[in-house]
């Protein structure tokens, strides 16, 4: 969906959290995904093609690879900051401020 423009992105990712999160439905099933492109507003045809020989697989798996070997993400929502700082899980404020803090007081430091 990602080629179709950023606002029916968002919208494919907010469905695709819900559906997820709230509905406790598979969103790795090729059904779903599909039923969530429509009700986004996709372009169905053009996200079909996506599908088609593998290539958004390729890249979806590309991206889990690096989340999960070069950040170490073991789970969601998972939160990078200043691309070294992670922050893993369901975490409160302060965390997001502790982390933004500590970078900011190290890029003056240096």
Known sequence: MEEQGEELFEKYHFLLLEAFFH???DIS???VLTELARKAGG???AFSTAF???QRLKKVWA???LATESYFINAVPAVI???RERLIGAV???AY???IEKILAQRKGH
């Open 81 to 83: 900051i200043g691309g």
């Open 43 to 45: 372009d169905m045809e």
């Open 23 to 25: 509905e406790n439905r």
């Open 29 to 31: 099933n090729i059904d």
């Open 97 to 99: 401020r502790e982390k």
């Open 92 to 94: 409160p404020r302060e």
């Open 63 to 65: 991206e889990h690879c």
């Open 52 to 54: 088609k020989g593998g």
